[in-house]
């Protein structure tokens, strides 16, 4: 596979997670852990079929276990703050909280031994910090405060996912078979806790369970595995800074399927977010 390949492969995750918000939209109102049951079981048959066409049984179980444990509190961890934060606030602002990970992944990974800060990560931060300020205030006196939980929980996430990614370095190299592990793995977690703590809703409606089965066989699925190998086999800088194209991306899907309003305060906020990332990503480019 040439290095061109595994990048256009990759860049296949980046579309994919721009539905994440709207395909969690469309499933209410089943429960954030009963919904991380349901989809990463989809997206661990994926993976589980894959593993045993290709033959890659034997090269998992050469994998460290701390290995497994950690793509498992990355994955679970994620998506459940993910979907409880759309669950509790607006879904276009809390989706636009939880896409500030492109921005914190260039923040810490400059505080890594090697890496440094420079002025365009300063002023990327301040620029997309400017964005989500505008989520959490507009308004004024109208904003409620009933969202404010939901959007603490998203921005948790996007710490969680940026977190995962830069701590993901110390592993090694990895087979992406292992992210079929992390996906059954997360799915069995979800469901016992979700028998622990939440009531079971289904979803009342095929658009519910279409929902469902989208969210697992493409930004819960598919994605993790075409981002492995492009993260692994393609261009990262490029594949990075492309990332940064997904808060726009989901929010334009959140209003065309009329899940949110076009107004100039979210398409602002969305726009400052992306471009500070963006800006942030320029900074590291230019410090290579």
Known sequence: MTRKTATSIGFVAVLLWALLALFTVGSAPTPPLLLNTLTFTIGGTIGVIWVTVTGGWRALAR????????GTIGLFGYHALYFSALRLAPPAEAGLIAYLWPLLIVLFSGLLPGERLGLLHVVGAIVAFIGAALIVLRGGASFDPASLPGLGLAFLCALTWSGYSVLSRKLGDVPTETVAVFCVATAILSGVMHLMFE????????????????????????????????????????????SYAAPLLSTLALILAGFAEPGWTLLLAAALIAGGAGLAAVGSARSK
Do not use: C, E, H
């Open 63 to 70: 994998v460290n276990w701390r290995v497994y444990a950690f």
């Open 199 to 242: 009531q079971t809703i289904l979803p009342q409606s095929t658009l519910g369970w279409a929902s469902i089965l989208a969210l697992g066989l493409g930004p819960v699925g598919l994605a993790f595995y075409v981002w492995d190998i492009g993260v692994k086999r393609g261009d990262i800088q490029m594949l990075g800074t492309a």
